[in-house]
């Protein structure tokens, strides 16, 4: 060591005895100082309190005026300033994803936002959603509860995969349910609306990014919830039974919902109309009148709403029906019991081996484990279950209601035809790209399951089955469903949730929240500023148990020299799991590595490996041998060879489940084989016989 420029130990006690007394947190131990600091470097944007009413207090004999909080809201145009200050954030807006004709891969390839004429005018224009929700917040050390409503903002602009982080999700109000319900969105949404309309309007808004002046424009594309909460934020009715036309995109009455199941055959609202029923019923609720003709039931609605007053927003078409809500926990669940009623009334089988079954199926799909069916369920079509458990639920009953011996199912062909029909539908309504052809694909699809479903099960439809026939248009004017439906917004919840059971506070909970969630917000985007962490928005991927070895001494050498393409005696790292891209993948894990003739190319995971970043699988080839049509799955058989394969070149990043046991199968979520069949010659569904033209599996 060189002397003169190593320290000595004398010298680092030195410095060390500069700071004694001092305290690393000095000027930030509570958390009003702590604030402060944050807010001096320009990070936390403070939430605001939302007065609605005077009352009177007794304070010191005497009697005041004091206003009371109904919620908090957070100032919307600073936080999205703050927001596009996240280089990774900007580089998204900077460099939008490449669109393609006829084609509908995310949400700013609909026509909501392409034909808008603030985007044809500015084509760098931010695409804005929002979300309204109740949650119930709980202490479960003191059995306190309080019901929250939650309104969100997202950017549209952002990645799929940013996009689909909590990070993304940002505050606009946390307000008292009740007082929501009585005064209305406006006094907490008004922020939010008065920002929105300065960014939509031709000025646009001026935010410093980096240092520097820009301007940008933004439109509100639409704004997501599960019925009740849209048909409240669109001024409509919020149940189906009081209106005549319960539905926010048609005017379909209660008689005509279920009389067809094809969009055109009904007459569609839109906002030169709606705008002359509103004012309609804005002049009935004047007049004081109570006899009569009742527009506000005649409509469906209630009252003008703030929706209304931003620019460009369109509150017929701008309220999509979610696909979690209206099918998954809908019509879905509505179909599973339906079917699980007719499987008891043969008798062929009951519920507690039903139930085995779906347990034992199930802990291939991971952890999502639905909980166990009741005849009680069955009975009031209420199955019990989260989104997630429904859909492992719904893709393990199939193989639950097979027989081994038999190899036949414990109900009858028609029903089961059905149940695969709504599973197809499903998977082809939660992909993530669409083209035209899919979207009259749906429609048709769409009209023949339901119109089975009737059929099968008299007075068993929902309003929910009427709300699915507006999907596909949907998708034309926002994209794929999947990329506006609620489970990240709900997933945000999570978080509020954690919040008063470590606080245990319900004084002014509002404020707690929202001021608790910008200072992690806020926090976050300052640490990640200033270099002490990963840029805010990325997704931290995780390595499980990693080991250096070099390649010659890999049993895999030759297979990893042609896939990271590198020679010599390269040092590597084998791992136990990765977690990349919010899925999990570990031995015996199996991957899709693309599609040929919309036919999976699979794989089971045998090890894994890393080199400079890059992450590769060794897999074992798996052979599709056919598609068993009563399963909904692909049978599979073991090849001998292995092969070798980058992440970066797999194109299907979602949890595959193999089931084993009986045959050895895959389940493909989000993609629908036979759904793609539809029109051609290989498969066509006969409307006489009610079940799908074809073999009981389709040879590949």
Same mark, same amino acid.
């Given at each position: 060591m060189d002397p003169n420029t190593t320290l000595s130990i004398n010298e680092v006690i030195a410095v060390i005895d500069k700071f004694s007394g001092t305290s690393l947190f000095q000027g930030v131990q509570t958390s009003q100082q702590l604030s402060a600091f944050v807010e001096h470097q320009w990070y936390l944007v403070r939430p605001e309190?939302?007065?609605?009413?005077?009352?009177?207090?007794?304070?010191?004999?005497?009697?005041?005026?004091?206003?009371?909080?109904?919620?908090?809201?957070?100032?919307?145009?600073p936080m999205l300033e703050l927001l596009l200050n996240c280089p990774e954030v900007l580089h998204c807006v900077d460099n939008p994803e490449p669109t393609e004709k006829g084609k509908f891969r995310g949400p700013m390839d609909g026509h909501s936002f392409r034909?808008?004429?603030l985007v044809k005018k500015f084509p760098d224009t931010l695409g804005i959603c929002s979300y309204d929700d109740d949650a119930n917040c709980t202490d479960t050390a003191s059995s306190k509860n309080k019901?929250?409503?939650?309104?969100?903002?997202?950017?549209?602009?952002?990645?799929?995969?940013?996009?689909?982080?909590?990070?993304?999700?940002?505050?606009?109000?946390s307000a008292d349910p009740a007082v929501v319900k009585s005064k209305g969105h406006?006094?907490?949404?008004?922020?939010?609306?008065?920002?929105?309309?300065?960014?939509?309007?031709e000025e646009g808004v001026e935010f410093t990014i980096?240092?520097?002046?820009?301007?940008? !424009?933004?439109?509100? *594309?639409?704004?997501?919830?599960?019925?009740?909460? +849209?048909?409240?934020? &669109? @001024? /409509?009715?919020? %149940?189906?039974?009081?209106?005549?036309?319960?539905?926010?995109?048609?005017f379909a009455t209660q008689t005509e919902l279920f009389t067809s199941f094809v969009e055109k055959d009904f007459t569609l609202?839109?906002?030169?109309? !709606?705008?002359?029923? *509103?004012?309609?019923?804005?002049?009935?609720?004047? +007049?004081?009148?109570? &006899? @009569? /003709?009742?527009? %506000?039931?005649?409509?469906?609605?209630?009252?003008?709403?703030?929706?209304?007053?931003?620019?460009?927003?369109?509150?017929?078409?701008?309220l999509p029906q979610d696909l979690m809500h209206d099918v998954i926990l809908g019509t879905l669940k509505q179909e599973i019991a339906c079917l699980l009623g007719h499987v008891l009334l043969k008798n062929q089988t009951n519920l507690k081996k039903i139930n085995e079954k779906v347990e034992s199926v199930a802990k291939y799909f991971g952890v999502n484990k639905p909980p166990p069916i009741t005849r009680d369920h069955i009975d009031q079509r209420s199955i019990k279950g989260s989104a997630a458990e429904t859909l492992v639920l719904a893709h393990s009953l199939p193989f639950a209601l097979l027989d081994p011996a038999s190899g036949k199912s414990a109900c009858d062909s028609k029903n089961l035809n059905c149940y695969i029909l709504r599973l197809n539908l499903l998977d082809l309504q939660m992909s993530e790209e669409f083209s035209l052809d899919d979207v009259q694909r749906l429609r048709k699809i769409i009209a023949l399951h339901h119109l089975h479903f009737q059929r099968l099960y008299p007075n068993s439809l929902i309003p929910k089955h009427h709300y699915e026939i507006h999907i596909p248009t949907q998708i034309l004017l926002f994209g794929p469903p999947r990329f506006?439906?609620?489970?990240?917004?709900?997933?945000?919840?999570?978080?509020?949730?954690?919040?008063?059971?470590?606080?245990?506070?319900?004084?002014?909970?509002?404020?707690?929240?929202?001021?608790?969630?910008?200072?992690?917000?806020?926090?976050?985007?300052?640490?990640?500023?200033?270099?002490?962490?990963?840029?805010?928005?990325?997704?931290?991927?995780?390595?499980?148990?990693?080991?250096?070895?070099?390649?010659?001494?890999?049993?895999?050498?030759?297979?990893?020299?042609s896939c990271f393409k590198i020679t010599g005696n390269k040092s590597l790292q084998r791992y136990n799991f990765v977690h990349i891209k919010s899925v999990h993948y570990s031995k015996g894990s199996t991957v899709i590595l693309g599609f040929e003739r919309n036919v999976p190319i699979c794989g089971e995971i045998v090890d894994i490996y890393g080199l400079n970043g890059k992450v590769a699988f060794i897999y074992q080839k798996l052979i599709p041998e056919k598609y068993v049509v009563e399963l909904n799955a692909f049978k599979v058989r073991y090849s001998d060879s292995t092969a070798a394969v980058l992440f970066s070149n797999i194109l299907y990043h979602h949890h595959v489940?193999?089931?084993?046991?009986?045959?050895?199968?895959?389940?493909?979520?989000?993609?629908?084989?036979?759904?793609?069949?539809?029109?051609?010659?290989?498969?066509?569904?006969?409307?006489?016989?009610?079940?799908?033209?074809?073999?009981?599996?389709?040879?590949?």
């Open positions: 309190p939302v007065l609605f009413e005077n009352v009177d207090v007794l304070v010191g004999g005497t009697v005041k005026k004091v206003q009371v909080e109904g919620g908090y809201y957070v100032p919307f145009l034909q808008n004429p019901s929250v409503k939650f309104l969100y903002w997202s950017l549209l602009n952002l990645s799929a995969e940013l996009r689909s982080s909590g990070r993304g999700v940002h505050l606009i109000a406006d006094m907490f949404m008004k922020d939010f609306q008065d920002g929105m309309n300065k960014l939509s309007s980096s240092g520097k002046k820009r301007t940008f !424009h933004a439109v509100l *594309v639409h704004h997501a919830g599960d019925n009740p909460a +849209s048909a409240a934020c &669109g @001024g /409509f009715k919020e %149940s189906a039974a009081f209106a005549k036309c319960p539905c926010r995109q048609c609202r839109s906002k030169e109309l !709606h705008e002359a029923q *509103v004012a309609e019923v804005e002049k009935y609720g004047q +007049s004081g009148s109570t &006899g @009569g /003709f009742n527009p %506000s039931v005649e409509y469906g609605i209630n009252k003008r709403s703030f929706l209304m007053t931003i620019n460009y927003f369109d509150a017929t078409k701008c506006y439906w609620c489970f990240r917004f709900e997933a945000k919840h999570a978080y509020f949730k954690r919040i008063p059971r470590m606080s245990h506070n319900f004084i002014n909970i509002y404020f707690t929240l929202s001021q608790r969630h910008q200072e992690k917000q806020c926090g976050l985007m300052m640490l990640s500023a200033s270099g002490y962490t990963k840029p805010y928005m990325r997704k931290s991927d995780r390595f499980g148990s990693p080991m250096d070895l070099h390649l010659n001494t890999c049993v895999h050498n030759l297979l990893l020299e489940p193999f089931i084993r046991g009986g045959g050895n199968y895959i389940l493909v979520p989000c993609r629908s084989y036979l759904a793609h069949k539809v029109g051609l010659h290989k498969l066509s569904w006969n409307e006489k016989l009610c079940c799908w033209v074809t073999d009981t599996s389709i040879s590949i």
